[in-house]
């Protein structure tokens, strides 16, 4: 059975990092894991080809040679996802879709998938192959169990050429012990965070260093640090342990901010290999905190945290959130003066959204708030499907004053002195490779001679080199970050009027 594995295109969003791969000649940020570890499963006689829409477009050949078409991805990639769906079965392709987007819009995709295999794919996907091999297979297969992940297979990353990417997805763990109304991952995923064991991890490691994989690699669990236990006294131990004759690795995460009340775990953390973690701030505003119910986030001192986690040697990268209802006309101007105080660089801001599933969704759609019954899955394109308290309008002006200031060459630019001078680099580098230096090259010209930033960016330079010239290499990639920021704000945000 030939099978394409079709991973849809991102559009151009803060996360997709289009503007900044261009610096390191990449079309895309990531192969797809969830699809590697699809065709990780299927029948030892099937043939599977990998079909990433970042990279390369899907052509008459591919279709004629597939027999099926398995399709994966996330919410921002619907539309593609779609026009690749409907491609398929014009060309007479059998599709079978799964992962996030489709468990949770089902029925917008019902035109062009012929078999759904939604939820956890451990638990589905051997019910529809068995199926399939007795000429049975239904049209949708969905369970509410969760998987022991301790049976995932290793991801195919010999599906993958490495060359296009820039950094390479793992997970460790699904599910999270919090309970964020508007966070879709527990309603996905639950609230038991289930491990894979270091043996598996160190295999996948393993797998991709042997492809010759030198690069970061991204920890994709949405709370790292949501099993304690098995994360100090099993995965990071390994980890320290197999980077010992390895070079080139380093990784980054999502953690939730108590992260910043162990020291211990941090500095394991950096001793492993992390660099960066990604953590959901949301908001500086207690009340709004308390109504998200976001408790880990109540009653800190979170720049006094963020700064921790930057001297222990993670930079920390932050999510932030206007609407809430209990937000007044203020919490623009807090959040910027948030953002800018503790040195966020990257500081993803966005409308507050209800998905699907979520605690806040139920509870918007209680009380008629909701205006569609899906989000866009771009967290910063200023767009929202629910009803706020504040106006819409002065939500909207206020948010994109916000982005304004924070993405604005001066402002960005002083965040990032902010950040360099408080932290601590990791004794972990990934060597500078030919990429590295033609992408610094490319920033000269881009960013130094025509860049509406070239002053800041000249000035970052120096700063760098005279003051802290271990994180030159950082201080190009932050800057090379910043303008991909901008670009994505002014192309979209400003553009639509948020
Ligand atoms: S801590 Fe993060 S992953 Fe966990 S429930 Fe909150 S938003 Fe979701």
Redesign the pocket.
Known sequence: MNVLLIYPEFPDTFWSFKHALKFIHKKSSAPPLGLLTIAASLPADWTPRLIDLNQRALTAKDLAWADYAFISGMTVQRQSAHAAAERCREAGVKVVAGGALFTIEQAQFEDVVDHFVLNEGELTLPMFLDDLAHDRAQHVYTTTAYADIHATPTPRWDLVDFKHYATVHIQYSRG?????D?????ALLG?RPRTKTSQQIIAELDGIYRLGWRGPVFFVD??LI?NQRTLRTDLLPALIEWRKDKVGIVFNT?A?INLADDEELMQQMVRAGFNTVFV?I?TPDEDSLAEC??K?NLKRDLVADVKRMQRAGLEVQA?FIVGFDSDTASIFQRQIDFIQKSGIVTAMVGLLQAPPGTQLYERLKREGRLLVDRISGDNVDGTTNIIPHMNLEALHAGYRSILEYIYAPRYYYQRCKTFLREYKPSPIQVPLDFQYIMAFFRTIVRLGIIGKERLQYWNLLFWTLFNRPRLFPQAVTLAIYGYHFRLVYERHVQKDGG
């Open positions: 999270c012990p919090f309970n964020c508007f966070c879709n991952v527990t609230h949405d709370n949501g999502e939730s959901g949301e119910s976001k880990q999510g």
